[in-house]
């Protein structure tokens, strides 16, 4: 493991809930659709003896890094798989299993991630790719801000990133493009920044992380594979399998919150958690990315 990684760790949130909510049993089998850098993985193999965990990553990076440990930790009980879970089917097919006792989904970006990958992180300058695996996108953040119109730029800061100043910091965009093109995250951070200032209350947050996450997301096309995902996750469960699902963005839970309810009202499946289930405040002291974390699960009946 190379320095990076022994320095930049990825603490998963809700170890606890996650391993109550997915009930597991001796013998499960289990699939973990966001491997990242193994933590639930390691847990679930952990927490059931005897069961095999199925993880799937499409950043082959995290899978090529972290995978071996488990490998050789746990054997043939860990199938790491390169595949986005929105498009899971013909991977899970290729292995031969169609059933499991429990699926996870943490769809949040990961912190090696953020300060590894290329345009993830505002406070480090990098070329502003964004992709998070770029066998799997063409278009990166780069060509967005450089070629997308005002009016596209606008609307997707202000519906993916929830960010208030999004018409002044796309006629900004458009502006300064014509005279110098966007290439690392610095000049991009730095022109939000002069469009949406700091709050004077000293808030933590960068002011263009929401301009970030807007084209992360965007890239990703991360709410198009959470719902492909939601679509065909609760076929691949066996009878009292539960669905987890942890989301970390007003979107992302959103569309988790009214699927699962939609699920339960068909009587397909049964609403595990009435409320959703956010981390403690001891977590939350400990690892302060939980801070956002929200967790639904459904059981299939």
Not at 184 to 190: E, G, I, S, V, Y
Request: aromatic share 8%; charged share 25%.
């Amino acid at each position: 493991m190379n320095e990076l990684h022994k320095t930049v760790v990825h603490k998963p949130v809700l170890m606890n809930e996650v391993l109550e909510y997915l009930n597991l049993k001796q013998g499960g089998v289990y699939l973990d659709v966001t491997f990242g850098s193994g933590g639930h993985t390691r847990a679930i193999l952990d927490a059931a003896p005897d069961s095999t965990v199925v993880s799937l990553d499409w950043d082959t990076h995290a899978i090529d890094t972290f995978g071996p440990d488990l490998v050789e930790q746990y054997g043939d009980r860990f199938i790491p798989i390169w595949a986005n879970f929105g498009n899971m089917l013909p991977a899970l097919k290729k292995i031969g299993i169609a059933q499991f006792d429990g699926i996870l989904a943490d769809f949040g970006t990961s912190q090696v991630q953020i300060f590894e990958k290329a345009g993830f992180s505002v406070y480090k300058d990098t070329p502003l790719d964004m992709r998070m695996s770029p066998a799997h996108q063409r278009l990166t953040a780069a060509q967005v801000v450089n070629t997308f119109d005002e009016k596209t730029l606008r609307e997707m800061f202000y519906q993916l990133g929830e960010e208030k100043h999004s018409k002044k910091i796309a006629q900004m965009i458009v502006q300064h493009r014509a005279l110098t093109p966007f290439e690392t995250t610095k000049q991009l951070a730095q022109l939000v920044e002069r469009c949406a200032p700091r709050s004077k209350s000293g808030g933590k947050i960068h002011p263009a992380t929401r301009v970030f996450q807007a084209l992360r997301m965007f890239i990703n096309h991360e709410l198009d594979n959470i719902t492909s995902f939601l679509a065909a996750a609760p076929k691949l469960l066996n009878p009292s399998g539960r669905l987890v699902c942890i989301s970390f963005h007003s979107l992302e839970d959103r569309l988790v919150k009214q699927t699962f309810r939609e699920m339960d009202q068909s009587g397909l499946v049964q609403l595990i958690t009435k409320k959703v289930v956010v981390a403690s405040d001891d977590e939350v002291r400990i690892n302060r990315s939980s801070r956002s974390a929200k967790l639904r699960a459904i059981a299939k009946k």
